[in-house]
């Protein structure tokens, strides 16, 4: 865990550059030129096509987030509305409109449904000790979320540069990696000042750590299908051979501020699982999916 002793004016000002340092991308700002479509089609078209899904779905993020959280404080209100949502939405949108030019259909995201779990979580977070297990749990939700892209982009960047593509690697890609570590830096600063200052009792840190490992999903990952799709992104980018590293960069935040106790755990058991699931699932099941995501007609 950080030594230094963080203060909500440290998150806030953070929050504040962001949004200075780190205005939405704009379309008009992307050189779209695609050497070999067809090629990163085959190679790359599923894992862009995910990738897009999963930023536009950034509205059912923030209806999840506000059922969740039903008293979010002005800071987190500061971060999703006016930073990240904006920023991520442009994220998907470039995405998407790349894939079209790969001669991909649009992303197909869903927007509006919210996991009945959180909306029990979210009925009981009325409570304020709840409230606080919810919130802990949403900035550990969002470190392993953003650290999830972190990682995929580098390996995106690094292959589309493989293969020729420098355009779309340098100005679609590499822009849009550079604002994600700022998301990874405030859902972990949040989650460690909560544990720094105290703000969960015992007992509320041991139902937190019940549910992440009952609730724990991939991003983007909520049905087999999608966990195959998944488990197609981890195998393209070459991580399903270095699962386990993959697992100890998204798990760090929870394992400094959960599971510090427990001597000798790289990767808490949940995540590992998870992200196994998702392989399996798409060697077992989803071997069309790299044939599309949906091409176009015609």
């Known amino acids: 865990m950080s030594l230094k002793i963080i203060t909500p004016q440290d998150i806030r000002d953070h929050v504040l550059r962001l949004g200075e340092k780190h205005p939405p991308l704009r379309l008009d700002d992307v050189d779209r030129t695609v050497v070999d479509p067809r ?23 923030v209806l999840e987030l506000l059922t969740l959280l039903p008293d ?21 949108l470039i995405l998407d409109r790349l894939q079209q030019d790969i001669d991909i259909a649009p992303a197909d995201p869903d927007t509006e449904s919210v996991n009945p779990r959180i909306r029990i979580l979210g009925a009981l977070s009325h409570l304020k000790p709840i409230h ?37 690697a340098r100005t679609v890609v590499t822009p849009i990696r550079r604002q994600e570590p700022g998301h990874f830096a405030f859902y972990r600063l949040s989650a460690t000042q909560m544990v720094q200052q105290n703000v969960l009792q015992p007992w509320q840190l041991r139902l937190t750590k019940v549910l992440r490992r009952k609730s724990f999903s991939p991003v983007g990952a909520h049905t087999p299908e999608h966990r195959a799709q998944f488990g197609s992104v981890l195998t393209t980018l070459g991580l399903a051979d270095k699962v386990e590293d993959f697992a100890a960069q998204i798990s760090l935040v929870e ?44």
Do not use: C
Not at 39 to 61: P, Q, T
């Open 255 to 298: 394992r400094e501020l959960l599971w510090a106790q427990e001597q000798g755990m790289r990767v808490p058991g949940y995540i590992l699982s998870a992200l196994k699931d998702a392989i399996e699932q798409f060697r077992t099941h989803g071997a069309d999916l790299l044939l599309g995501p949906r091409p176009t007609a015609g």
């Open 39 to 61: 090629r990163v089609r085959a190679e790359f078209g599923h894992v862009i096509d995910y990738l897009a899904r999963v930023e536009l779905e950034v509205d059912r993020n």
């Open 132 to 168: 606080e297990v919810s919130r802990l749990l949403y900035y550990l939700t969002g470190a392993a979320t953003e650290k999830s892209a972190v990682v995929a982009y580098n390996l995106l960047v690094d292959g589309l540069t493989g293969i020729g593509e420098d355009a779309i």
């Open 72 to 92: 979010v404080s002005e800071t987190d209100r500061l971060f999703y509305a006016d930073v990240w949502q904006p920023q991520e939405i442009q994220h998907g």
